[in-house]
Structure formats: structure tokens, C-alpha cells
């Protein structure tokens, strides 16, 4: 008999857990980001807000973007007032977060520096003094870094490379581009690409985030097979990340 009592209470527990995490999908999708130009605009167009309508098209609720400085979206996600931040980087944030399979995109990582300077590569990155934007974790992703700034506006980056006060710039290759727009002499600076990295949504990790991320592995799937996500790439001049 007792044995039987434990059987049931164990099923039980886990008739209960299986339905947890199976727990619908309700509601809006609340997703949040930095502002990057045609990818994340504020006025909801871009490449990645496409991809995301797309993805969460099948759902009853609405896709919902909120444009806020990148580490602010991050705590979002992680207290459930969003239920995913775009551009992560897999695992660079490890507390109440989880990241799904599929990434929906890459950055090329570039370095920015002045012309005529020896250019870094992945070999020679520990020789340089390095500078990016605040919290996006080159470190961990890039090797042989040692020195390293980070700084909270791109604004004044050019400036800090005229004046010696750092080496080389890192970002991906379109917020290089979109600085490099912004002065009068952009043959003053050279940009060499080091490194591909893939992007992912971040989800909350909440029964919630577990099933947005299981559904938008499916979909990334679903669409990379019938060619809906290489048509949003082609319509916004994009490099497509899956040849």
C-alpha cells in the first residue's frame, strides 16, 4: 500500500510538471531592444521585428516592440516584464534567461581603427587596447583579449582613436558603418572583420520563456524550410546567416 501511495504521488508530480511546462501561449509577445537602424527601428520596422512578426504570426496575441539601451532590456527579461530581448549572444547572460536552439541572424565583428595602424586579427586581439559598447561581452566570445574599455555611446569613438586613448573599436559591422557615416573623413579609418557570431532572442526562463522559446525554434525551422526568412533577408538587403 505504501508502495502504491508513492506511485500515485509520483505520477502526480509529474502529470503536474509536464503540464507546467506545456502551459499556453496567451497574450501579447513583449519584446524589447536596443534601436539599430534598419533592424530594430523605433517605429517597429527592421529586419529583426520582421522576423518576429513572422514568427509569432500563428499565435492568438500581438507582436509588441519597446526600443530601450540594451542592458535595461536585458533586465526586463530577466524580472518577466519582457518576454524577450533581441541580438543576445548564446549564454552571454546566465541568470533568468534561456536561449533557444535556432539564432535568427549573425553579427560580423569588426574592428575599427585608425588607417595606416596594424590592423588586429583573433591571433594578435590580446595586443591591442580594445574598446566597446558596455555589456556586450567581446571577451567572452573573441580570443587572446586582454585589454579592454567599455564605453556607453558610440558618439565619441572616433574621437578616442585620434587621441590614442584606445586601439581599436569593436561592434558589428553596420554600427561600425553607422559611425563611420557620421564623419566628414571616414579614409581616416580602416575596418577589418574578425569573427561571425550568431544572434538569439533571449527568453525569460519562466514556463512562459520555455514555451515562446520550444515555439520559436519550430518556426525558424518552418521558415528557413519554405523560404519565408530568406525573402525578409533579401528585402532588407541583408547577408542571409544560413548558407
Known sequence: MMFVRLLVCVLAFSVACVAQAQEPIKGDVRLVSEEWLDYTN????GLAWDIMREVFKPLAGEVKFSIVPYTR????????EADAWMGAYRNEVVQGVIYPKNHYDQDQICALTLAGRVAPTLETLGNF?????????????????????EILKRGGILGMLDYNHADAFLDAQPEIEQVLSDTDHPEKYTMTCLQKLPNYPGFTDSPRGRALAEFYDQRIDELRKNGTLQSIFKRWDWPYPFD
Do not use: I
Open 42 to 45: 523605433a517605429d517597429g520596422s
Open 73 to 80: 532590456s536585458v533586465g526586463l527579461v530577466q524580472r518577466g
Open 129 to 149: 587596447r580594445l574598446v566597446w559598447m558596455r555589456d556586450y561581452k567581446y571577451d567572452r566570445y573573441l580570443p587572446n583579449v586582454q585589454h579592454y574599455r
